[in-house]
């Protein structure tokens, strides 16, 4: 048993992993997996794979256990290693190296901009800068409207400065009509700002806590969380340790939060003229102080109101303050603005209350509109309807947000909703937007573009390496294709799930979901996509070394592929089948196969996987302890990559082949592969380093 119980630094577990690596090799009677191989049979980035054995970054504990599995572990080496690994977290071993701000999701999240006009709150803030010290946390409570996020924002502008790894911003969402952020995503999105790469990203909600806690502990940050919906949002996203601090808006006390709480009530008369003052002029408002008096009133004395007034006011300074006051005693200061809007703006400022998104770009605008919004989100800016919270998007206060929907008729909001799904259907872009879109076209029963919204949303998921949200998007998928009643589409999203399942280690989900889809697409006649489906099976139960299953798939993707007439696909099915029953001890079966798919090969005439193939079969033979077949079909595909210029496969090879042998040759081959990966900056060369005793 490789036993890791006295593991106390990265270097050490890294070393241990790399002897499990040996050890199923020889259990197998092969080479030991390369990084790309193991990256291949887990989903993850070769580098990734490499900084794990190099023992430069700690795998997340997901990722760590499906290693072991992968490698034949035990199930008392599982838990041994994960006991190890709970130790190193706990002493703050870098889950991902030189994690810093300086991340391409930092300025996503940045704090925004110091509210222009701000006035007033001179008590708050002085009650913040006592609360401050040694607190973990400040809830900053108040009824809508009250100015909670522009104190909020002030002041964090105000402290920045003490805080030496920055600050972030998150919008919480709690007042959002679709729903607040759920606690993991924002977590996922926290930790994404303090640069965790989609790879490291841990999943579920307690590995994330665990590594936010950790970051967050080893820094200075302040972290500004906005609308939080109520305690139970926010509990898991306040440091728990070190010089981090959260300073939370909301408007529900934060009941069972460790937080110091200062709740904010409307503005004091002197504060209210403060306000209006710092936007349209002292002098305006001391020539007229009773007009004044009346805006106050007719505003609540709330910061919300007085700043939109007083930005139509300061657009329109022919306009007296009593005659505007004379305005405001007919409605409120929202519908004065809104009314002094060109018809226009009036058009894309109720586009605001139907659009589901927390926030807005200028493409889903023009949607909206039905022409050109750049001038009318100028306009609605200038009005302090709308702020732009980074370039090219906007956003709505919630209040106003309200107000926005309940001006909109039924039958036009439906049919500005309509719009933005069609057009999402067909042209899906920016992730936050399409999701939020994707949940407004199942709501309005379109199940035809919510199936499309999921399938254009799937590659940019994976990519990005949010596989949490690939899984939900499929399960809407799956949801909307069951409503159409279309197996087709049923299939096509149970195959993309499965996918983002394997990406997760979440394997037996994996295999139900592949088990459906290749039923359906039999059912259905689609013979090729249900082989394919099948070869998938077969791999996900090859990573779980469940090889005599993956030979029951491999028989059957071989059949529908010769039903298809699909060589290539024939070619495929019958290496992966010479592996399966290799591993499965079944000589005879595993050479017919493997000699089966290189003359499969041969006879499509493609050099590249001729070679591929060559190689394959000597990895076959080694397996099955054929040490001269082995040695004669590397030395054949290493001759034809050489040619072919395919440098990797030639390294990788080469790699196989000093394998296989021993003494000066051997130390030749290692060399000559060393040579490539080090050219090309590739994660193997530390295992061929390693065979050298470099």
Known sequence: MVDPSGVSTLDELAGLLRDLRRRHARRVGSSPLTFGELAARTGWPGAAVGEYFAGRALAPAERLDALLRLLGASRAECGAFASARSRLAALDVAVAPALTLASPHADEHELPAAPAYFAGRAGAIARLDRMLPGARAVFVGGDAGVGKTALAVHYGHRIAGRFPDGALFLDLRGSDPTGPLPAAEALRTLLAALGVEPPDMPLGLVARTGMYRGLTARRGVLIVLDDAADAAQVRLLVPAAGDSVALVTGRHGPAGLDAEELTLDVLDRTEARAVLAARIGAERTAAEPAAVDRIIAACGRRPMALTVFSARAALHPEVSLAAAADALAERTAFAWSYDLL????????????AHPGPDLGEPDATILLGQSSVDMLNELARAQLVAESRPGRYTMHALLREHAAAGTPDTERAGLQDRLVAHHAAHAAGHRTALAVLGLAMRRGRYGDAWRIAEALDGPLDAAGRWDERIAVQEIAIQAAERLGDPALLARAQRAQSAAYLRTGQHEAALLRLREAADRFQARGEVSAAAA?????????????????????????????????????????RAAAAWHYAQAGRAAEAVAHGEGALAL????????????????????????????RSVERYREALERFTELGDRLDEAETATRLGDALDGAPAIGLWRRALAIYERTDHPAASAVAARLGL
């Open 342 to 353: 060109s018809p226009s703006a009036r058009r894309l400022f109720r586009g605001f209350g």
């Open 533 to 573: 489906c099948r070869q998938d099976l077969a791999a996900v139960l090859e990573s779980m070394a469940r090889f005599v299953e993956a030979i029951v798939h491999d028989e059957l993707a071989l059949a529908l592929f010769r039903r298809a007439g699909d060589r290539p696909g024939q070619a495929s099915a």
């Open 601 to 628: 090969r041969r006879e499509l005439g493609d050099p590249h996987e001729t070679a591929a193939a060559l190689a394959h079969l000597g990895r076959v033979h080694a397996a099955l302890g054929d040490r001269e």
